[in-house]
């Protein structure tokens, strides 16, 4: 008798969603692409690596893969900060480091001198940008500790103010993507990843389309402050929503950051919608800096490979399909848009 017993397959009308892994039997061409056609500015990343050691690694990682220079959107103030700093420092060609904003003296009603002066700290130290701040309808600051002030509140005009008079862009998240506010019941097609993100609708947290209109007002209030939009102002299942903003506002941008998968099942509307806003997207990755999920990517944007798996995909049920977006294009969203607001600094 053998040592091992084959576990019984569950009845087809009994698998579970979550234990529901798919794999694509078409015998179609399938794509690796080692190395990004073109050298990478990537937008939005964040303190992944604790040490030195790990540093120098991503340093590696980084060649391989074609990363040219990183945004560090460390978020943090104070001692955080120069920490940060002084770590990401060691590669001063590779890596940029952001800065937060200190919401501390909101706690006191004190908010603002104070804010101001670290942040004026923060970029005599080496900061060149602001962020991510986030904001998920409670307000901004952390997930866990948030204030109730949104980026169009008056309270944060002087700080926005000061980061045009300092040319320092300003990466912010606002809300989530509209999956993670629908019923989470069977009609929601990305119910197995919008449950762990849900945004409720409880008195005093703003809804999806509130606190994007919020991002519109700030951006409007403040042209001489440039805003990156990250995860396109989780407007995936709407683009042409982020697309009005663009329109309306030429010193917003947005970044593809952790959106990879909620993109990938409408490859013609992306293609469509990066080719009428090339100027104005940046490549960003937000994920822990594994040689393989920035290969997944590239394969995404730079090809025409259709429905396929691939385990960064795995929170939702869908196949992927890339968006084979012309050489132009890449070569902007890869660094030619990103190199325009990091040269104001």
């Keep these: 008798m053998s040592g091992t017993i084959a576990l019984a397959q569950s009845p087809p009308d009994e698998i579970l969603l979550k234990d529901y892994k ?13 190395k990004a056609r073109y050298p990478i500015i990537d937008v939005h990343s964040h303190d992944y690596a604790p040490t030195d050691a790990q540093v120098d690694q991503w340093v590696r990682t980084m060649d391989d893969v074609g990363v040219e220079k990183i945004i560090i959107l460390s978020g943090y103030t104070g001692a955080r900060f120069d920490t940060a700093l002084a770590k990401f420092g060691k590669h001063p060609k590779r890596f940029i480091v952001w800065c937060g904003i200190d919401f501390s003296g909101l ?23 602001v962020g991510e701040l986030s904001d998920k309808g409670r307000g901004l600051g952390s997930t866990s500790n948030t204030f109730g002030i949104h980026i169009d509140d008056a309270r944060m005009d002087a700080i926005l103010e000061k980061c045009a008079d300092l040319r320092m862009p300003v990466n912010i998240h606002v809300g989530e993507d509209k999956w993670m506010y629908e019923p989470m019941d069977a009609s929601n097609d990305g119910l197995m990843n919008a449950w762990k993100w849900r945004v409720t609708n409880a008195p005093g947290i703003l809804q999806h389309d509130e606190v994007v209109a919020s991002l519109g ?21 709407e683009l042409d929503r982020f697309g009005a903003l663009l329109d309306k506002y030429p010193n ?6 952790a ?41 995404l944007l730079e090809t025409d490979d259709e429905h396929f798996y691939d385990a960064y995909f795995r929170k939702y049920h869908w ?27």
């Design 22 to 34: 798919p794999r694509s039997i078409f015998k179609i061409p399938e794509t690796r692409v080692e």
């Design 217 to 237: 007002r700030a951006v409007e209030k403040h042209p001489r402050t440039t805003f990156i939009a990250c995860h396109l102002a989780n407007c995936c299942s």
């Design 107 to 129: 706690r006191e009603g004190s908010f603002g001198p104070a804010a101001l002066a670290e942040l004026e700290r923060c970029h005599k130290a080496g900061a060149t940008g």
């Design 259 to 299: 959106r990879f998968a909620e993109l990938a099942p409408i490859p013609r509307a992306v293609s469509r919608f990066f080719q009428k806003y090339q100027d104005r997207i940046c490549y960003g990755t937000d994920f822990n800096p594994e040689p393989q999920t920035y290969r997944i990517t590239f394969r």
């Design 319 to 345: 196949a992927a399909h890339a968006f084979a977006l012309p050489d132009e294009v890449l070569k902007k969203v890869y660094r030619e848009n990103a190199s325009k607001f990091l040269r104001a600094n």
């Design 252 to 257: 917003l941008y947005g970044d593809i950051g």
